[in-house]
Structure formats: C-alpha cells, structure tokens
C-alpha cells in the first residue's frame, strides 16, 4: 500500500511540473513584447501569437471561436506567475472556430 501512495505522488507530482501551453506553440510564439506596448499600440501587434501570463477572468464560446478576457500577470521565464500588478491590466484574446475549440 505504501509503494501505492509514493507512486501516486510521484505521478502528481511529475504532472504538476508539466507546461500548460504545448511545446510548439511557445516556440511560435513571442514573449519579449512588454504588455504596455501591446496596450498602446494594438494594431501593429494584430494576428500575432504572444506569450502572456495572466488569469483567465471569462471565456465565451462563440459561433465564430472563443473569446477571452484575461487580467495579465507578469510571468517568467518559465511561466510562472510574479503577482499581480494591476487589476485593470485586462485584455481579450480570440481563437477563431476553424482552429477548434477551447475550454
């Protein structure tokens, strides 16, 4: 029974190390982009994949995709949240249907 339960932590413990966004994607994606220059200047970062730490505040499903709106939280390097530094830091992302869909 003991062997059972040190199996058992080990296995959720090796899981909760896991990246929650898929390996191909970080690598696509940008994370030098601070969030205030994306702030100021939406248009010219438009169609791009960025990389932002945040908690999701509200997901919709859509007919046409999802739509996010998350309150960013710095992260680093490994994807670790710092803390939040203002709440009214908030933006919305949207993930078209035809690329499938989230929950």
């Known amino acids: 029974m003991k062997r059972i339960g040190v199996a058992a932590l080990f296995v959720t413990l090796v899981a909760a ?14 994370r030098v982009v ?8 939406p248009q010219e970062y438009m169609g ?3 990389i932002l730490g945040g908690i999701i505040a509200e997901a919709e499903t859509l007919k046409e995709g999802t ?8 992260a680093d390097r490994y994807g670790n ?6 709440e009214s ?15």
């Open 17 to 30: 190390c896991t990246p929650v966004i898929r390996q191909d994607l970080m690598e696509k994606g940008t």
């Open 34 to 41: 601070h969030f205030e220059q994306l702030r100021k200047n």
């Open 48 to 50: 791009r994949l960025f």
């Open 67 to 74: 739509r996010i709106e998350a309150v960013y939280v710095p």
């Open 81 to 86: 949240l710092l803390g939040i530094e203002h």
């Open 89 to 103: 830091n908030r933006f919305m992302a949207f993930y078209p249907a035809e690329r499938g869909l989230l929950d």
